[in-house]
Structure formats: structure tokens, C-alpha cells
């Protein structure tokens, strides 16, 4: 069974608008807090220099990535969202290089940044103009651009738990990415992509990397 598409777009997006001020605490609960944990093993996989994040959201990751020593910017279509991460990034006294944009047209010069990343993303991901807008801007050259994006976590939980969360996941259609979709899709569009499963500490997510044929 699983839920409707249009009931599941319109709870996700009064999550990500409307409702953007619980969005870390219902990200900690589905992940039994490893939401986090997950998005971080996309760090060891970006290269020093610019990065663009895609859809910033709470401005976590984003924070992560300044501290880990990269310079990211990021996009975010929702003002709710912006205003969360602003204020995180003002309480630590972090530069606001921040912008509201679609994926699917970037607001940046080709060949420019390092790396573009994101976690978790929706179905705006995997339009053919979102990968043709991220091939754009990332870097020609050795070593050449990456994208890096962080699909899916391994729940690991208490059992009485976990098979309720493991049957939303299902339900709301968050499991149904067939792996040879997307690199497909990025090989029309002249990446190398692949899929990782990473596991540090305890804690495992499926990334996919794609680098940029020059």
C-alpha cells in the first residue's frame, strides 16, 4: 500500500514551507536521529574548493561543510527555509551565501564550482534539466567536478520501532528509486556515476557519485 502521490507532494511541501520549523526534529525521528550521521558521509567525498549545495534546507549540512574547511553556496527555493538557515549561519557568524533558485536553472557562470551536492533530495534531482544545469556549473579539468548525493540511509533502530518507520518510508514512496535509473540518466549526460554504500562509525547511506566527462 502506499499513499497517494499528490497527498504525499503536499505533506512534503508543508513540511518544507509552511511547517519548515519542525522539519529537523521529523528528520530525527524517521532516522532515529542518524539523519545527520548520514548526510556528513558525503564530506570525505568533496573535493577542497567550491561546492554548491542543493536545496539547503535547515542549513545543517551547510554549516558541516564551512567547518569541515569548503566554501559552499547554496540554493533553496523556500523563503522558510532560508529564513531557519540565515539565522543559523548569523548565530555562528558564518558568511550568508545563500540563494533562492531553481535546480533546474542555476544562477552561477559554467565551469564554476568544485563539487555540487545534495542529501536527500526530491524528484526535482532526477529531471533531465537539473543534471544539465549541474554539469554546467561544474568544474572541466583534473580533478574533475563531482556531484555527490546522499539517496538513502540504513535504518538502524530498536525493533519495535523500526518496522513502523521502515512501513512509512514505504508508504510515502521514498524507497522505490530503481539503482540503474539514475545512471542512466547521467550517463546521457556525460557523467561518470556510481553507487557507494558507505558505512563509518555505525552508520551507512548509499551515496551516488558522478563525475563530469571533460
Known amino acids: 500500500m502506499r499513499l497517494p502521490a499528490q497527498l504525499i507532494k503536499f505533506g512534503f511541501h508543508l513540511l518544507y514551507y509552511q511547517m519548515a520549523w ?9 532516522s532515529f536521529g542518524q539523519w545527520v550521521a548520514w548526510r556528513r558521509l558525503a564530506l570525505p567525498f568533496l573535493s577542497s574548493g567550491r561546492t554548491l549545495e542543493l536545496a539547503f534546507g535547515t ?14 553556496v547554496g540554493i533553496d527555493l523556500s523563503p522558510y527555509m532560508a529564513r531557519l538557515t540565515r539565522a543559523r549561519l548569523q548565530y555562528k557568524g ?7 533558485a531553481k535546480a533546474q536553472a542555476l544562477p552561477f557562470p559554467s ?12 524528484d526535482y534531482m532526477l529531471q533531465e534539466e537539473t543534471i544539465a544545469e549541474v ?8 580533478p574533475p567536478g563531482r556531484l555527490v548525493i546522499v539517496a538513502e540511509g540504513e535504518l538502524r533502530g530498536p525493533w ?7 512501513w512509512l518510508y514505504r508508504v510515502t514512496d521514498q524507497r522505490s528509486l530503481p539503482p540503474s535509473q539514475p545512471l542512466k540518466l547521467m550517463a546521457a549526460k556525460n557523467f561518470t556515476a556510481r553507487w557507494e554504500w558507505i558505512t563509518h562509525n555505525g552508520i551507512a ?10
Do not use: C
Open 205 to 214: 547511506a548509499r551515496l551516488l557519485i558522478g563525475e563530469k566527462h571533460n
Open 59 to 72: 542549513g545543517g549540512f551547510f554549516v558541516d561543510m564551512i567547518e569541515s574547511g569548503h566554501q559552499p
Open 94 to 100: 558564518y558568511p550568508l551565501r545563500l540563494n533562492r
Open 22 to 30: 519542525s522539519y529537523d526534529w521529523v528528520a530525527w525521528f524517521v
Open 135 to 142: 554539469y554546467r556549473v561544474l568544474k572541466s579539468g583534473s
Open 111 to 122: 565551469n564554476y564550482f568544485d563539487n555540487v551536492v545534495a542529501t536527500f533530495p526530491t
Open 160 to 166: 519495535p520501532i523500526r518496522p513502523v518507520i521502515d
